[in-house]
């Protein structure tokens, strides 16, 4: 009678233990879920990716150098400007995208302000690169640094000098840097939802390895012409240092993070044979002192190319 009485009193009580164990399982339900699921391969977001990397970033210089100079006056963007312009744009929209389609639910401040330095970064990139490249038409030499080039080493008054290697240090270092940092930074997060308990799955689809090639290439020319490897490499050995402690909680990766791996796997093999066949290179040598030897394309272009003698 008693207990009836209490039952009566408080008519929730009785129910709150089932409601509570139902809300408890499907929290523990969705928690498996996102930890065991896997993403198919996205081979939309990956061909679009590859596609506009070649278009809008390798092709932006040279669409420059082959539009007639009378439709884009050197006082005036270029067409590779209007190219970066579009890149600034459709990269980070694809960035998004890929993120949202991870199976694993990434920290979103980390992602909203990695795509707002991004987008700056490849803006301040955008005014010194275009001014860089408009130099070519006046003589300008990449492979030469700015102050021993020929049309700016005499240059009067000298602070004019300063005002160039400003502009150099906006295209090369800092706009590099707020650009690729959080560029990485976003496909590592990535990657650390790529991971699935089934090993079945671990293997990449026909149309995956037919992306691993240019998508290879295209890092290659984004780590030698963006004067990244450091970052680069940081990157993949971390990529490389996750999977093996994935490994041991037998997590295996899906066919996104393969093709990430073998992407930046072939990278650092043609950086090699670059630098190997680049290595006694003396003018070269005099550019890029330092330890860590990576000549640009575009040094390399302007000094074998475009400069034969």
Known sequence: MEAAARRRQHPGAAGVQPGTSFLQARHSSIKAEEAAGT????????????LQNWVLDFGRPIAMLVFPLEWFPLNKPSVGD?????????TPFLLLKLIERS???????IIYISIITFIMGA????????????L???????????R????????KPETLIDSFELLYYYDEYLGHCMWYIPFFLILFMYFSGCFTPTKAESAMPGAALLLVVPSGLYYWYLVTEGQIFILFIFTFF??????????RKRLFLDSNGLF??????????????????LWNDPVLRKKYPGVIYVPEPWAFYTLHVSSPH
């Open 39 to 50: 993403a198919p391969f996205h081979l939309d977001l990956w061909f679009y990716f590859t």
């Open 82 to 90: 209007y190219f970066h312009m579009a890149y600034n744009i459709i």
């Open 103 to 109: 199976p694993r639910t990434l920290p979103r401040s």
């Open 123 to 134: 803006s301040i990139h955008l005014v010194g690169d275009s001014v860089n490249h408009r």
């Open 136 to 146: 070519l038409f006046s003589g300008y030499q990449h492979h030469l640094s700015v």
């Open 148 to 155: 021993e080039n020929p049309i700016i080493k005499n240059l």
């Open 238 to 247: 971390a990529m490389l240092a996750l999977v093996l402690h994935q490994k």
């Open 260 to 277: 990430l791996v073998y992407s930046f796997a072939l990278t650092l093999l043609l950086v090699a044979l670059w630098v190997a066949w």
